[in-house]
């Protein structure tokens, strides 16, 4: 990690960032291009915004294509005003739209990714968890295929995070046992989230008229709302911020978009001996099968 002047709260940061990149490449076989080996303190809270969006009656991404990256559903903006005169522009072709704030990017091995400012603000675990996210990009990425890069860089970042903080802390590590009760809420909200996508889609797929999907999906994402609330899934303090939100397509797909196919990432690992170096090469494998094939190992509507 390149030395910079920084306080010490921003040292231990980095520090821990160098720990959790060594264990990316040692013990999970990521891509050392993957960046994270210099700092940048950047004068904005938020690294950038990403804008993504959907049909309003179907589960399609709007998209765009970039070198590299090849065609993906979000383009990020490192300015919040030009993101939302996006999503006005997007909004005007009648999609479903989202501004999200990211946390991180890759460029795929291709330039050395630094370390951003507004990422030492995070708690350790989640700052650990990205660095194994992203390096995960730069190791196995197929262009134009979204769902399953962002899913399997999600799964590499919650195995990773439960071995890295298991070998360093012992099986009762506090970390540990915060990581494992965080996914295991997770799971839940995501099942849910799951089965109303499948409704969802059911509605957007049928014979009814455009009018009557639209209200069909009106009354099923109310569903939704109202039986997350039920499930007290969502904390107290947070409830009526989610009941007011007018939730939309975009927002089942960028859950989807990073949390799918963990049965089959689960039997691919298994299949590997959990060995991450074999893993990884499975996964590749998976670049061959046809994008229907792709969507049915991961389960998407």
Not at 46 to 65: H, K, R
Request: charge should be neutral; glycine fraction near 6%.
């Amino acid at each position: 990690m390149q030395d910079t002047s920084v306080d010490e709260r921003t040292k231990k940061k980095l520090a821990l960032i160098q720990l959790a990149r060594e264990y990316a490449v040692n013990k999970l076989k990521l891509n050392p291009d993957g960046g994270f080996e210099y700092y940048t303190k950047l004068d904005r809270e938020e690294i950038g915004w990403n804008v993504s969006a959907c049909q309003a009656l179907a589960f399609e991404s709007y998209t765009w294509w970039f070198p590299f990256a090849g065609t993906v559903p979000y383009k990020g903006f490192f300015s919040k005003d030009l993101a939302l005169k996006e999503e006005e522009s997007l909004k005007r072709l009648g999609l479903d739209t989202r501004v999200r704030a990211f946390g991180g990017y890759s460029t795929l091995g291709w330039f050395s990714d630094p370390v951003l400012s507004p990422q030492l603000d995070w708690e350790d675990t989640k700052l650990v968890g990205l660095v194994f996210h992203e390096m995960a990009h730069a190791t196995s990425y197929l262009p134009g295929d979204s769902n399953l890069n962002e899913s399997y860089a999600s799964y590499v970042e919650e195995k990773g995070l439960e071995r890295f903080y298991k070998e360093r802390e012992g099986k009762d590590s506090p970390s540990l046992k915060e990581i494992l009760n965080e996914k295991k809420e997770k799971e839940t909200s995501i099942a849910i989230l799951k089965k109303y996508a499948y409704e969802l889609d059911k509605i957007y797929k049928s014979q009814s008229t455009d009018e009557s999907k639209l209200q069909k999906k009106k009354e099923t994402i109310q569903s939704f709302k109202e039986e997350v609330i039920r499930l007290n899934i969502v904390p107290a303090k947070k409830i009526e911020t989610f009941r007011k939100k007018e939730w939309n397509n975009e927002d089942f797909l960028g859950v989807l978009r990073y949390h799918s196919g963990n049965q089959t990432f689960e039997s691919l690992f298994t299949q590997a001996n959990e060995d991450f170096g074999i893993f990884h090469s499975k996964v590749k494998e998976l670049f061959s099968l046809s994008a229907e094939e792709r969507k049915k190992l991961l389960n998407l509507p």
